[in-house]
């Protein structure tokens, strides 16, 4: 009886180690394939991989600066202590040279000048009478009909009468002078930028009654670094934007001079830039606009991306860099200029690899992705 159970446990002992045998086996067989397929993860996304595109782009230089006039032009009165009877240009008006911008009564001076012409007749009468004397003296001197003292006097009186002449004439020219200055004229062509001319008010000595733009002509004072200085050259295009000014407008400038002396307290320079009259369309500029702009240093070769690969991250740039395992490194790129949708890459990639062209942000540094053409991207 004990021999029989000892057999029927030692085969019991035996079918439950084939079974457990049986049984690690087939979850080692399971296991395999699961550890195969990690070895090759689901990718994240699908993308797009495009390489930067060298460009012949233009160099530029931005700054910024006021709007000034190119020259402006103070008009007072050249008479004082007379009122003024009109006033006939006001502030935006466009003016001639030697147009009436006002007038100054000229009751006073006209009476002047009415004497002064008087006492200028009285005077050549006077010296028309001194001339015959003394032309009589001097041909009946010789025959004793007048005496030496008598001739001198004759002779005497011709010249006094003669001076007499001269300052009364010189006296009429000055009055009619002074009436031509009761007239304020405008000294050249122009735009009148301000007025402080009122009607019945006194004319003061160096007082302004108008300012005048001379010409019209404007002027962009840019401001530039010391270090930037050496690159710009009278002769030079530049473009400005006034504050206002349409989407895609621009001022056509020209370089005109540039400051010979830099500020010490800032370290830039003024650059003087020669505007067109009134701006252009959908542009236009005034006297007193802060404005920027950019000058045409000429063309250079660049390295670009579309925007949508470039990420800002903590305020930096990054790009995406696909590896030839699918795999994705974010990379720190430097970027300069922009044009339209794409932007310049100074440094941080080289021109031959492949980048992620959009959704970076999706994106994390080793993740997998799969590169599909831009039509399946689409669908």
């Known amino acids: 009886m ?69 020259q402006e032009a103070i008009i007072g009165s050249e008479i004082s202590g007379f009122r003024l009877t009109e006033v006939l240009a006001n502030v935006g008006d466009q003016v001639k040279k030697g147009q009436v911008l006002a007038r100054v009564d000229d009751d006073t001076i006209a009476a002047e000048l009415a004497q002064s012409r008087a006492a200028l007749v009285e005077a050549q009468a006077m010296a028309a009478e001194a001339v015959a004397n003394a032309d ?26 003669a001076s007499r002449v001269v300052a009364a004439r010189a006296k009429a020219q000055a009055d009619e002078l002074r009436i031509a200055h009761t007239r304020v004229l405008s000294p050249d062509d122009g735009v009148i930028s301000t007025r402080t001319a009122t009607v019945g ?13 001379r010409g019209g002509r404007l002027e962009w004072r840019a401001e530039v ?13 530049v473009h400005v934007v006034p504050p206002g000014a349409a989407a895609g407008t621009r001022i056509e400038g020209t ?25 252009a369309p959908g542009a236009p500029a005034a006297a007193g606009m802060f404005a920027r702009g950019e000058f045409q240093l000429g063309a250079g070769s660049a390295l670009t991306l579309p925007q949508t690969a470039v990420l800002l991250r903590d305020g930096f740039s990054y790009a995406h860099v696909i590896g030839p395992d699918g795999k994705v490194k974010q990379v720190k790129v430097t970027t300069g200029r922009r044009s339209g949708d794409r932007v310049e890459v100074t440094g941080g990639l080289e021109s031959g690899v ?20 831009p039509s399946q991207a689409k669908k």
């Not at 670094?225 to 295009?237: F, K, V």
């Not at 492949?354 to 053409?373: I, K, N, P, Y």
């Open 201 to 213: 008010s006194l004319t003061q000595p160096g007082q302004e009654l108008f300012r005048l733009i």
């Open 2 to 70: 004990t021999a029989r159970k000892i057999a029927a446990a030692t085969v019991a002992a035996v079918v439950l180690a084939a079974a457990g045998i049986w049984f690690f086996s087939g979850r080692t067989q399971d296991a395999a394939p699961s550890a195969k397929a990690g070895d090759a993860p689901k990718p994240a996304l699908s993308v797009t991989a495009i390489t930067p595109q060298p460009a012949e782009w233009p160099q530029v230089l931005a700054a910024n600066g006021n709007i000034a006039a190119w």
């Open 225 to 237: 670094t010391a270090s930037e200085l050496g690159r710009i050259r009278p002769g030079l295009a």
């Open 354 to 373: 492949r980048v992620v062209a959009s959704g970076g942000a999706f994106l994390a540094d080793g993740d997998t992705v799969r590169v599909v053409e």
């Open 136 to 161: 009589r003296a001097r041909q009946m001197g010789p025959q004793g009909a007048f005496t030496k003292q008598q001739i001198n006097q004759y002779l005497t009186a011709e010249k006094t009468a």
């Open 255 to 279: 370089v005109r001079m540039v400051a010979p002396t830099v500020d010490a307290q800032t370290r830039n320079a003024i650059v003087y830039v020669d505007l067109p009259k009134g701006g």
